[in-house]
């Protein structure tokens, strides 16, 4: 499965684009990666697991934004079309497997 993060955050005032870095950078830190602006990603074995990344997002969200957690299935992720540009290097490397080591 992957757990998607989705989000929406105000950069309208330094302490709201620091809350955005940190965010971000927690994000990283927790095996997410970049598919879009705004839009991460990672693998996980099931939806308990799942469980422990959405405490860990809860644990350092911002005060203001969206924020959306959603968990699809690998042939869902696999079935997503990209109608402009084309699959990142990671999405081509990492296809359908849970775990690569680079």
């Known amino acids: 499965m992957r757990m998607m993060c989705l989000f929406d955050l105000p950069m ?9 870095r940190i965010f971000r950078k927690e994000l990283i830190r927790n095996g997410f990666m970049m598919l879009q602006y705004s839009v991460y990603y990672r693998s996980i074995p099931n939806r308990s697991a799942g469980k422990k990344y ?15 957690l959603m968990a699809v299935s690998e042939k869902q992720f696999e079935d997503m079309q990209v109608l402009v540009g084309s699959k990142s290097k990671q999405e081509t490397i990492v296809g359908n497997k849970n775990l ?3």
């Open 12 to 20: 309208d005032t330094p302490k709201q684009q620091r809350q955005y």
């Open 54 to 68: 959405q405490n860990a997002i809860e644990y350092f969200l911002p005060e203001n934004g969206e924020i959306r």
């Open 100 to 102: 690569v080591i680079i």
